[in-house]
């Protein structure tokens, strides 16, 4: 347990890095937009209708921009069916007859006329008399860097101290005023309670965030749609006055530009394909769809996208993280009756693709709720986590059937195997290759008289013996029952007999009693050793077969010694 919560709190530490580096925001971001774009649809939002100027009413009316007289009589017939709140999404800053004054009549005459104006980077004004009657809102928006508006901004406060509201904001919060509903912010958390909805200030680190630019009062898109979810009529059909009854009545109008040419296309989670730009939005419909966000909040509960904490979605990482990595485990555990390859690789593609999968779901199904919490920086960690897993099972699995379960030292495989890598070696560099089997003298005696715990507790301390009694390039492992191996690769028989009798002198020492023993008082061993180069040694079965001969002899002559093979 205490492993896998390392591994997790590490692949989650990393996934965390990698995410403050910006390694997964794009990522993050094309999910967020995949999400809106598989969302339900939603119904139209009939508080909100937009008067549209396109090319075949540029060509029809002759003229962009249009003339002031035009813009005059639009205004007008609009206003005569007694809309809450006009948005005029189109700059307007000079005049441009004919038309003039009649225009300035009715801009002076229609307070519920909203201009525009950009007071971000390149700055344009609004039309003089909008700005003397505080008749104005801003048209900016904020784009991320791959260019798509996810954001919304509410307002910004100006180098005067002043606050100017943008064009959705203030033209929603002009149809609320009149269902008797004003907003109450929140001094300590900057949440703005508005009707049945708080507006969540957006933060840098908000969602998929990494160090953005929180400006001004943001807040995530929650995009109704595209053009389809409002409400539309043409420039020209307001004009030839064939406009259905009460169209515009207690409603929220915008006027924009949708004509290619004008470029006011932006690209939104709905762009896919960018060379396509029919698949950008218009400005006014962005406009649109915060304007109906902050309305339909309000007046129906329609949810915004909030996220969680920073903490809380360390949190959420690492859960993910830790409980695959988890379920992996026992997973493995559990089928361990499978072959070992197969079953890593089965289990390990089971454990990202179904976690992914409820990874992607949740993440789907809380945005449904108004949640937006990464799912690539936890998909990146339980992956990591479960990849690791895997390979230290694997590596786990290969220790356990290699190695003797009671002395810890290589298992009799692990012998055979090295056996034969180092024979195959020693013909290839004609090296001597030497071989020390080994046999604990008298140990059926001993664990009749000291039982079968003290005998365990004697094979491990033997097997320690000739551990510490080898290279790191040689080999102690053990034969069976009370016998042992040892290869000494690239070492001659001289040099392999002191090291047979260094193994026998230092069980010796270790002074472990045995009463019953006809070779001394203490735990003896007696050891035979064969060589490569030994005549009639054309294998590793003749190797081991010289050995086994060696240690019959070192028997033979009483036991608790080290015999060189001929």
Request: charged letters at 20%; a negative charge; glycine letters at 8%.
């Amino acid at each position: 347990m205490c492993s896998l919560l390392l591994v997790s709190f590490a692949a989650s530490a990393l996934s965390i890095g990698a995410t403050y580096l910006k390694a997964f925001q794009l990522f993050e971001w094309l999910t967020f937009d995949t999400w809106v774009r598989l969302r339900p649809l939603e119904a139209k939002d009939e508080r909100i209708v937009v008067v549209t100027i396109s090319e075949s009413d540029i060509s029809e009316l002759g003229q962009w921009p249009i003339s002031d007289r035009t813009l005059s009589q639009l205004i007008t017939r609009i206003n005569q069916q007694q809309p809450r709140a006009i948005g005029l999404d189109i700059y307007r800053d000079l005049p441009i007859k004919p038309g003039t004054e009649e225009l300035e009549t009715v801009l002076r005459s229609t307070p519920n006329l909203i201009g525009v104006e950009k007071a971000v980077g390149q700055k344009v004004k609004t039309s003089p008399i909008l700005e003397e009657q505080e008749q104005t809102a801003l048209a900016d928006v904020v784009k991320d860097t791959d260019g798509k508006i996810r954001r919304g901004l509410l307002s910004i406060e100006l180098n005067d101290g002043q606050v100017e509201l943008g064009l959705a904001t203030i033209l929603a919060l002009m149809y609320l005023e009149l269902e008797g509903i004003q907003p109450e912010l929140e001094e300590d958390t900057g949440i703005i309670s508005i009707g049945q909805t708080e507006l969540v200030p957006f933060k840098s680190n908000h969602g998929g965030y990494v160090g953005a630019d929180e400006g001004g009062i943001q807040i995530l898109m929650n995009y109704r749609g595209k053009q389809n979810s409002f409400s539309q009529i043409s420039i020209i059909d307001v004009l030839n006055d064939r406009v259905a009854e009460d169209l515009f009545r207690d409603r929220i109008v915008l006027i924009g530009a949708v004509a290619v040419s004008l470029n006011d296309f932006l690209a939104t989670p709905y762009s896919i394909n960018r060379a396509n730009q029919v698949e950008d939005l218009p400005g006014v419909f962005i406009h649109a769809n915060l304007t109906s966000q902050i309305v339909s909040g309000a007046l129906d509960g329609r949810s915004s996208i909030n996220s969680i904490s920073e903490f809380g979605e360390w949190i959420w990482i690492f859960a993910w993280s830790f409980g695959v990595s988890t379920s992996n485990l026992i997973l493995l555990n559990r089928q361990s009756n499978l072959r070992q390859a197969l079953l890593i690789f089965g289990s390990t593609v089971l454990s990202l693709v179904i976690p992914g999968l409820l990874l992607m779901g949740s993440g789907y199904l809380l945005f449904l709720k108004g949640f937006w919490l990464p799912v690539i920086s936890p998909l990146f960690s339980l992956t990591l986590s479960t990849i690791t897993i895997s390979w230290y099972y694997n590596q786990n699995q290969t220790k356990l059937a290699s190695i003797d379960s009671l002395t810890q030292i290589p298992n009799r495989r692990s012998f055979e195997e090295f056996l034969e890598q180092k024979w195959g070696e020693n013909r290839k560099k004609k090296q001597n290759l030497s071989l020390v089997l080994c046999d604990v003298d008298f140990f059926k005696k001993y664990n009749d008289t000291y039982g079968h715990q003290a005998g365990d507790s004697c094979l491990q301390k033997v097997a320690k013996v000739l551990a510490k009694s080898v290279r790191n390039s040689d080999l102690a492992a053990r034969y069976g029952g009370e016998e042992f191996v040892v290869v000494l690769p690239n070492t001659p028989p001289e040099i392999a007999i002191v090291v047979a009798q260094r193994i026998c002198d230092r069980l010796k020492s270790l002074e472990i009693p045995h009463l019953n023993s006809e070779a001394g008082d203490y735990v003896t061993m007696s050891c035979g050793v064969a060589n490569s180069n030994f005549e009639g040694v054309n294998s590793s079965e003749e190797l081991i077969a010289k050995a086994d001969k060696a240690l019959y002899q070192a028997k033979a002559q009483g036991r608790d010694r080290a015999v060189l093979g001929k």
